[in-house]
Structure formats: C-alpha cells, structure tokens
C-alpha cells in the first residue's frame, strides 16, 4: 500500500495547479478590485459575514457542526431521501450518512424506510430536531441592530435594492 494519498496514487506524474497557476482574467460583468460595485460588495460581505456571522452563535446553541445545522434547516420542509439531502448540502452521500447517523444520535432526525423504494431510506426530523431546526432558523435569520435601527425610508430603499440584487421582483418581498 502507497503512503502517497489517494488523488497521487492515481497518477503520480500529475502535477498540481498552484494560485498562481490561476488565470487572471476577469469574468464577465466583473468589476477590478477598488471600482464603487467591489466597494459596495465588500461592505456587504463585511456586514454579513465578519460583523453578524450567526454560524458559531447557531453551532454552540445547539451544540453542532455547520453541516448539521445544515441538514436540519433542510429537512424543515419535510423527508428526503440521503440522496436529495446529499445533493441538498453539496456534500457527497458518505458524509452526508455520517451527517445523519449524528443527527439520529441526537434524536435530531430519524430514517425509515422509503414507501415507495424499500431499498432507500428517508430522513426526517423529530419532535426535538423541529424544534431546533426552528432555533437555527430564527437565530440565522435575525436582523442585526443596524438594519433594524435603519429609518422607514432606508430600510425599503434597502429592500427594494435587496430585492433586485436577488433577481425578485422588487414588490414580491415581504
């Protein structure tokens, strides 16, 4: 047995891109990095992820990885096979058992047998993972002091930006 891992024991002559392998080129509709749209961009992404990133607040309340969380936000809207929760996470089946397998541990969720493939399981969740599927949900999705701070006027201009960013119809949101 190769001490190599997996992906050199296929082909060990295969060499690996580095960063700066990586071409430039910028995708289209793309902006450079100081115009006003990267501005804006990064203001949002400072405000979403660095300044009221909800995900460790979510994963110590519940005591759970991100991907678990995950998984429960996903079943909110009923069973899926192990497949569909897999393609669901973008994770690949192996974990996503291993994902469940926690979460029935837990008494989070629950698998039985699919009604109309025996060979298939459904996943679904319990009483206890409802309840904290719903604790995920309202903790992630709780606006942050600032947005709530924001006047009448603002926070609909806000809205209606949102929105169109978002490809909604502007007066679709509520």
């Known amino acids: 047995m190769s001490s190599l ?3 050199d024991r296929r082909d060990p002559t295969r060499s690996f891109a580095t960063v700066a392998d990586v ?9 450079p990095a100081g115009s ?7 203001r949002i992404r ?3 992820i660095d300044r009221n990133e909800r995900r460790r607040e979510v994963c110590e309340a519940l005591d759970l990885s991100f991907i678990r969380v995950k998984a429960l936000l996903a079943l909110q809207a009923g069973a899926l096979t192990l497949g569909e929760l897999a393609a669901a996470l973008s994770i690949d089946r192996p ?3 291993l994902t469940v397998h926690e979460l029935e541990r837990r008494g989070l969720a629950e698998r039985t047998v699919h009604p109309d493939d025996r060979r298939s399981k459904l ?3 319990t009483a206890s993972g409802r309840m904290a599927a719903r604790l995920a949900d309202d ?3 709780r606006p942050p002091a600032a947005l709530v701070a924001l006047d009448a006027a603002d926070l609909a201009a806000l ?3 949102t929105a169109l960013l978002a490809g909604e119809h502007p007066d679709a949101t509520s």
């Open 5 to 7: 891992p997996r992906a």
């Open 23 to 31: 071409p430039r080129s910028e995708p289209a509709g793309s902006e």
């Open 36 to 42: 006003e749209p990267a501005r804006v961009w990064r």
């Open 46 to 48: 400072a405000l979403v």
């Open 95 to 97: 974990y996503t058992t």
């Open 123 to 125: 996943v679904e969740l």
């Open 139 to 141: 903790m992630l999705n």
């Open 159 to 161: 809205d209606r930006i």
